[in-house]
């Protein structure tokens, strides 16, 4: 306890350049959602280096921060690995898995009220790092409309590049905690737009909107895009037939 009050004055002292602390928040929220999972290796850093746009010196500091956390831990020659994260229950944040489509519907709620957030703060905050891994994704799904078909993980990845530029911890860990969730979501959602209408075209445009705000800045119009997406999906899923959550 006192080892880690220490290290939290010598940070206080000397706060971390927004790249590492960035690094640094999206490593947490990795961690938290189980992604990197606990007694697992850490990509390398010159993996990391290459995931983040950021320098290897950047990365080590990233690194150090973590495990001054106390949640990772390393081995002479083998790496850095993870101890995990846990709650007050002993448990990595995550929550039950999505078993009725009462769930996907609370899960659409919540996304509702976070995800334009999360646009807002990536318009505002992201780097050209960010802007490529949002424009990555974006590019996988338009190749996979173009095929006329749907990838709930190209869809997924590109929701999470945005939480991750918009470099908030606490947005990030939940939106990796619910990625079961949100991916039932996004694959209901995409099955239900195949077929000779076309309406993955005009989904396929909502992102393409959103990520012309966030590259261009303009954080208001971003939260609005982000938010006129979601309720689209939302209504397009269940046609206004939605469950009634209050019995």
Do not use: W
């Amino acid at each position: 306890m006192v080892d880690q009050f220490a290290n939290s004055q010598n940070r206080a002292a000397s706060p971390p350049s927004p790249l590492v602390q960035r690094v640094h928040h999206q490593l947490r929220a990795r961690i938290a959602s189980g992604e990197y999972a606990a007694n697992t290796r850490l990509p390398g850093e010159h993996d990391l280096s290459a995931l983040y746009g950021a320098s290897r010196p950047v990365i080590r500091e990233a690194l150090r921060r973590l495990r001054d956390d106390g949640l990772v831990f390393s081995r002479q020659g083998a790496g850095t690995f993870v101890r995990g994260v846990e709650t007050e229950q002993g448990k990595t944040l995550a929550f039950a898995p999505a078993g009725t489509i009462a769930d996907v519907q609370r899960c659409y709620e919540f996304r509702l009220e976070v995800e334009p957030a999360n646009a807002f703060y990536a318009a505002m905050r992201r780097n050209e790092a960010a802007l490529r891994a949002i424009e990555r994704a974006l590019e996988l799904m338009r190749d996979t409309t173009r095929a006329h078909g749907h990838r709930e993980d190209a869809d997924y990845a590109f929701h999470i590049a945005i939480a991750e530029a918009a470099n908030n911890y606490f947005f990030l860990s939940s939106m990796h905690a619910l990625k079961d969730h949100i991916n039932v979501g996004m694959k209901l959602h995409g099955l239900s737009l195949l077929g000779p209408a076309g309406g993955l075209v005009g989904v396929l445009d909502e992102h393409d909107a959103i990520f012309a705000a966030i590259r261009d800045r303009k954080k208001e119009d971003a939260r609005d895009a982000m938010r006129r997406h979601i309720k689209g999906s939302y209504d397009r899923l269940f046609g206004g037939k939605v469950l009634d959550l209050s019995l």
